[in-house]
């Protein structure tokens, strides 16, 4: 059992920056048992939050669609070695899915979102802060990549909810949390020498603070 608190790596960016792809690499150079990941869109509110409007109409890039508190009351929890209930989005319907995920504490939490490092909450609980800095035209060929592919949205809708919110939200909210971060990941999840000096870190930490057993 663990008798300390996990390490917390937020990863922030913007929408398609590559977040995901950085998240996806750490995991598989640690052990599996390791490491548990959170996303901060799983904490999108219900679309019944919203009234039911219709989702064209909703401004799901700014920090009022999100129930950050939630999140970090999960992240505490796991700190203080509680399990936490996280729950499941879906972008197709934009709800909450009635099942919720266990999670349990283990020594290493990543949480990735395009707003974690607004929030000082957030900021407050985690280890090492890591911004995904990817150029605009590369995150919205693969967001218009990923929208209709993955989330079955038409590319009329996917490039009117990029000029309407994307953009202008990541100028107000996404670019300005990039000062909070300690490292910056230039190009994206494809930098192999600065993830490579992200896991260094990371692994110091982990030899550094083990968990009890």
């Known amino acids: ?61 700014h920090p009022n669609s999100l129930e950050t508190d939630l999140l970090v009351e999960h992240l505490k929890e796991l700190k203080a070695l509680r399990n936490v209930h996280q729950p499941c989005y879906n972008f197709k319907t934009f709800r909450r899915e009635r099942e919720t995920v266990l999670v349990e504490p283990v020594p290493l939490i990543i ?34 990549k990923r929208d209709t592919l993955e989330r079955g949205r038409s590319l009329e809708k996917v490039l009117n909810r990029y000029t309407q919110t994307v953009k202008p939200m990541h100028q107000r909210f996404v670019e300005p949390s990039k000062v909070w971060a300690d490292v910056i990941i230039p190009r994206g999840g494809g930098n192999d020498v600065a993830i ?18």
């Not at 490579?196 to 083990?210: F, G, K, N, T, Y």
Request: glycine letters at 6%; one cysteine or more; aromatic letters at 8%.
């Open 111 to 144: 949480v990735e979102g395009i707003l974690l490092f607004s929030y000082y909450e957030l900021r407050d609980l985690m280890d090492i802060k890591i911004f995904v800095d990817t150029d605009a035209d590369e995150r919205l060929i693969r967001r218009i």
């Open 1 to 61: 059992m663990m008798q300390e608190a996990p390490i917390v790596i937020g990863i922030a960016g913007g929408s398609a920056s590559g977040k995901s792809t950085v998240s996806q690499t750490i995991l598989s150079k640690l052990e599996s048992d390791q490491i548990t990941c959170f996303s901060h869109d799983n904490y999108y509110k219900d679309l019944e939050d919203f009234e039911s409007q219709d989702p064209a109409l909703i401004n799901f890039d």
């Open 196 to 213: 490579d000096m992200v896991l260094s870190r990371i692994q110091h930490l982990l030899e550094s603070h083990p968990a009890g057993s």
